[in-house]
């Protein structure tokens, strides 16, 4: 069993010969040998995420001071021999003596798992950090670490390895300034590979800067590519906070209002910040809402208490406005939460001194008090605004009106083409080749370029849990169609997928109705085929985009090369790979004969399950949306689809310019 990096077995008779287990069997970890042995529980992993983790948790403590209103100021340091240190000018980590430890506060915080000042609320109202772990797991996973701390006029510092001290805590000479700075090198004991990713550490101290108005954070690294001279430095400060956010986030779109609304309501329980802007979609996925909720920095992904409480508030809102200003005039009209929220991006962040959060990850907020004061906050700030800026209010009202438009536009033909074609989930495509298996978590659909290759894969296929869905040609490019629910679901093989797949599609689309959890898209390698798979990951991004989020759609990897020698028969699925096997295979007296693989067809049913069915050998590349916790990602990713397979070519055909010497594997 591999758990985080670390292999545990048990050899024969460790529990005693006569498989005995008494009290002598149980191991107690002292200290932070606990965080060594599975750093993973801790971190996540010793990977390159885990390796980040490590960075994360030390710039939530320098934030915590922040948001406790006693720093305006952090620097993430990272030198060429990969030492990085984290600073901040917040009152430092305390150095009295504690009493139920017997050493001082800092030596506390840095050995000792769950301890520090943010359980009380004494020390700080707000906090990211809830659980007291941060500092004594990074100080357990680094070969070497110094804390340093200026309190009171005076520095101190005190050295650590591996979780333990191996100095006093040591005065030296008085100082002006305050803060408190944590040095360390990660232990390539546990993380096997030491790299830092400068784009992402960039990233993650933007998205902090943004939820920090008027925190200045500064970046900078030695630690980089060799053809990179000299340090890379970054530094990021917004007055504005969650409404830069918001401008940045819409750039390179043609926003309905000149700035972003925005709105700070302070009590003594909750500091709620909200800001959102509207943007003219031009028919491109017109009803989508880019909504990012965070508690106490911390984002919460699947939103909660506080979404909920903006959400009511702008609906009502702008409902009663529109009444005012006779946008509706029947009384019994009124604007949806789909109509408002359509071309939509807000941000909601909220701090407060308990957080609740539903399961361990912190994806969701659960406090019920918090919807009340975002509701409030957000009715308050809106309303001022609809009133003070006329022109701006219009142009709300009436791109909510377009959404209302478009929604029920959508919804009558969405209803006719359903009724014609029976897409409802009762019937299933006559092409498909279904499986006997009837449990989706066990079953797997592959969605397969042509009808010779589909032939090849039902023959080849393990008829118990996996289903074959040939696609006749490409499918409709729905990046061009989006305003177009009609024409999208006219397509006879889009139509075929959505049955087969049984979730609906677009509004309609219902994650609890999936067939199977592995969904395998698998094309030809060549032209024809990429142009094919990036049709059909254009269709699931736009129109049943929870299941990629879900982890439920699959890229086949069929090899490039056949390599026989004799009776001897090998697949390579790279150019490294070939390359290797024809130089194992080669003799003095003959050389293996190659077959280039173009297309699916070319292989016999046998020969596509040993190579690209068969659970045990295949290779499979999961799909996922990156950086799904970074908003400017969220964003940048709409663009690209925009780009590669919207109307527009000049965009297009510089990103092919400008990549064009990075191709791998041209088909010619």
Same mark, same amino acid.
């Given at each position: 069993m591999t758990t985080s990096?670390?292999?545990?077995?048990?050899?024969?008779? /460790?529990?005693? $010969? /006569?498989?005995?287990?008494?009290?002598?069997?149980?191991?107690?970890?002292?200290?932070?040998?606990?965080?060594?042995?599975?750093?993973?529980?801790?971190?996540?992993?010793? =990977?390159?995420?885990?390796?980040?983790?490590?960075?994360?948790?030390?710039?939530?403590?320098?934030?915590?001071?922040?948001?406790? !209103?006693?720093?305006?100021?952090?620097?993430?340091?990272?030198? *060429?021999?990969?030492?990085?240190?984290?600073?901040?000018? !917040?009152?430092?980590? #305390?150095?009295?003596?504690?009493?139920?430890?017997?050493? $001082?506060? +800092?030596?506390?915080?840095?050995?000792?798992? @769950?301890?520090?000042?943010?359980?009380? =609320?004494?020390?700080?109202?707000? /906090?990211?950090?809830?659980?007291?772990?941060?500092?004594?797991?990074?100080?357990?996973?680094?070969?070497?670490?110094?804390?340093?701390?200026c309190r009171g006029g005076v520095r101190y510092t005190q050295d650590y390895s591996r979780g333990i001290p191996t100095s006093e805590l040591v005065k030296h000479q008085r100082v002006k300034k305050q803060g408190t700075t944590v040095t360390y090198y990660a232990d390539p004991e546990i993380f096997p590979e030491i790299t830092y990713d400068f784009g992402r550490l960039v990233a993650q101290l933007r998205q902090t800067a943004y939820l920090n108005k008027g925190l200045e954070i500064r970046l900078v690294s030695e630690f980089h590519e060799a053809e990179r001279n000299g340090d890379i430095e970054r530094g990021f400060f917004f007055d504005t906070g969650v409404a830069s956010m918001v401008r940045n986030i819409n750039r390179k779109r043609k926003v309905v209002m000149p700035a972003p609304f925005y709105y700070q309501r302070i009590a003594d329980d909750a500091d709620v910040e909200v800001a959102f802007q509207y943007h003219h979609t031009d028919g491109h996925d017109n009803l989508a809402a880019d909504e990012r909720t965070f508690a106490n920095c911390i984002?919460?992904?699947?939103?909660?208490? @506080?979404?909920?409480?903006?959400?009511?508030?702008?609906?009502?809102?702008?409902?009663?406005?529109?009444?005012?200003?006779?946008?509706?005039?029947? #009384?019994?009209?009124?604007?949806?939460?789909?109509?408002?929220?359509? =071309?939509?991006? *807000?941000?909601?962040?909220?701090?407060?001194?308990d957080p609740q959060f539903e399961?361990?990850?912190?994806?969701?907020?659960?406090?019920?008090?918090?919807?009340?004061?975002?509701?409030?906050?957000?009715?308050? =700030?809106?309303?001022?605004? +609809?009133?003070?800026? #006329?022109?701006? *209010?219009?142009?709300?009202?009436?791109?909510?009106?377009?959404?209302?438009?478009?929604?029920?536009?959508?919804?009558?033909?969405?209803?006719?083409?359903?009724?014609?074609?029976?897409?409802?989930?009762t019937s299933l495509p006559g092409k498909l080749a279904d499986c006997s298996e009837r449990d989706p978590t066990k079953s797997e659909l592959y969605i397969v370029e042509g009808e010779s290759a589909g032939g090849s894969a039902k023959m080849g296929r393990d008829r118990q849990f996996q289903a074959i869905l040939p696609l006749k040609g490409k499918i409709l490019n729905v990046e061009r169609f989006l305003d177009k629910v009609e024409r999208i679901l006219s397509h006879e093989e889009i139509r075929a997928l959505i049955s087969a797949v049984g979730t609906g599609e677009g509004e309609a689309f219902d994650i609890s109705k999936?067939?199977? @959890?592995?969904?395998?898209?698998?094309?030809?390698?060549?032209?024809?085929?990429?142009?094919?798979?990036?049709?059909i990951l254009t269709y699931f991004y736009r129109r049943m985009r929870p299941l990629i989020e879900a982890g439920y759609l699959y890229i086949a990897q069929p090899p490039l090369y056949r390599v026989q020698r004799g009776r001897s028969i090998a697949y390579a699925y790279t150019e490294d790979e070939k390359d290797a096997l024809m130089k194992r295979m080669s003799t003095a007296r003959s050389e293996p004969s190659l077959q280039r693989y173009k297309g699916l067809g070319e292989m016999n049913a046998d020969q596509l399950w040993d190579t690209t069915m068969d659970p045990a050998a295949r290779k499979m590349l999961l799909v996922t949306i990156s950086g799904l916790d970074d908003i400017d990602s969220i964003a940048d990713t709409d663009g690209v689809f925009a780009m590669l397979m919207g109307e527009q070519v000049g965009p297009r055909k510089n990103f092919i310019q400008s990549h064009a010497t990075e191709v791998q594997n041209l088909d010619v």
């Amino acid at each position: 069993m591999t758990t985080s990096g670390i292999t545990a077995t048990s050899p024969p008779g /460790s529990i005693g $010969s /006569s498989g005995e287990y008494t009290s002598e069997n149980i191991q107690v970890l002292k200290g932070l040998e606990a965080v060594r042995v599975r750093p993973g529980m801790y971190i996540g992993s010793t =990977g390159v995420d885990g390796l980040h983790h490590l960075i994360k948790e030390l710039l939530d403590n320098a934030v915590d001071e922040a948001l406790a !209103g006693y720093c305006d100021r952090v620097e993430l340091r990272i030198a *060429a021999d990969g030492a990085v240190s984290v600073s901040d000018n !917040g009152r430092g980590i #305390p150095v009295d003596i504690h009493t139920d430890t017997g050493v $001082s506060g +800092l030596e506390t915080v840095m050995t000792t798992l @769950h301890a520090g000042g943010k359980f009380d =609320g004494a020390a700080y109202k707000v /906090s990211g950090g809830l659980h007291g772990v941060g500092a004594s797991v990074v100080n357990a996973l680094a070969s070497q670490l110094q804390a340093e701390v200026c309190r009171g006029g005076v520095r101190y510092t005190q050295d650590y390895s591996r979780g333990i001290p191996t100095s006093e805590l040591v005065k030296h000479q008085r100082v002006k300034k305050q803060g408190t700075t944590v040095t360390y090198y990660a232990d390539p004991e546990i993380f096997p590979e030491i790299t830092y990713d400068f784009g992402r550490l960039v990233a993650q101290l933007r998205q902090t800067a943004y939820l920090n108005k008027g925190l200045e954070i500064r970046l900078v690294s030695e630690f980089h590519e060799a053809e990179r001279n000299g340090d890379i430095e970054r530094g990021f400060f917004f007055d504005t906070g969650v409404a830069s956010m918001v401008r940045n986030i819409n750039r390179k779109r043609k926003v309905v209002m000149p700035a972003p609304f925005y709105y700070q309501r302070i009590a003594d329980d909750a500091d709620v910040e909200v800001a959102f802007q509207y943007h003219h979609t031009d028919g491109h996925d017109n009803l989508a809402a880019d909504e990012r909720t965070f508690a106490n920095c911390i984002l919460t992904p699947e939103g909660g208490t @506080h979404l909920a409480g903006f959400r009511s508030a702008l609906t009502r809102v702008l409902n009663d406005h529109a009444r005012k200003q006779n946008f509706l005039k029947d #009384p019994k009209d009124s604007f949806s939460g789909e109509d408002t929220r359509g =071309g939509l991006v *807000a941000i909601v962040s909220v701090k407060l001194g308990d957080p609740q959060f539903e399961g361990q990850t912190k994806n969701k907020l659960s406090n019920p008090e918090i919807r009340s004061r975002v509701e409030a906050a957000t009715a308050e =700030g809106l309303t001022r605004f +609809l009133e003070e800026n #006329p022109t701006a *209010a219009k142009s709300v009202l009436e791109k909510v009106q377009t959404n209302h438009a478009a929604r029920e536009a959508a919804r009558r033909a969405r209803d006719l083409v359903l009724r014609k074609n029976a897409l409802d989930g009762t019937s299933l495509p006559g092409k498909l080749a279904d499986c006997s298996e009837r449990d989706p978590t066990k079953s797997e659909l592959y969605i397969v370029e042509g009808e010779s290759a589909g032939g090849s894969a039902k023959m080849g296929r393990d008829r118990q849990f996996q289903a074959i869905l040939p696609l006749k040609g490409k499918i409709l490019n729905v990046e061009r169609f989006l305003d177009k629910v009609e024409r999208i679901l006219s397509h006879e093989e889009i139509r075929a997928l959505i049955s087969a797949v049984g979730t609906g599609e677009g509004e309609a689309f219902d994650i609890s109705k999936l067939r199977y @959890h592995r969904i395998i898209i698998m094309t030809d390698a060549d032209v024809d085929g990429s142009h094919i798979r990036t049709l059909i990951l254009t269709y699931f991004y736009r129109r049943m985009r929870p299941l990629i989020e879900a982890g439920y759609l699959y890229i086949a990897q069929p090899p490039l090369y056949r390599v026989q020698r004799g009776r001897s028969i090998a697949y390579a699925y790279t150019e490294d790979e070939k390359d290797a096997l024809m130089k194992r295979m080669s003799t003095a007296r003959s050389e293996p004969s190659l077959q280039r693989y173009k297309g699916l067809g070319e292989m016999n049913a046998d020969q596509l399950w040993d190579t690209t069915m068969d659970p045990a050998a295949r290779k499979m590349l999961l799909v996922t949306i990156s950086g799904l916790d970074d908003i400017d990602s969220i964003a940048d990713t709409d663009g690209v689809f925009a780009m590669l397979m919207g109307e527009q070519v000049g965009p297009r055909k510089n990103f092919i310019q400008s990549h064009a010497t990075e191709v791998q594997n041209l088909d010619v």
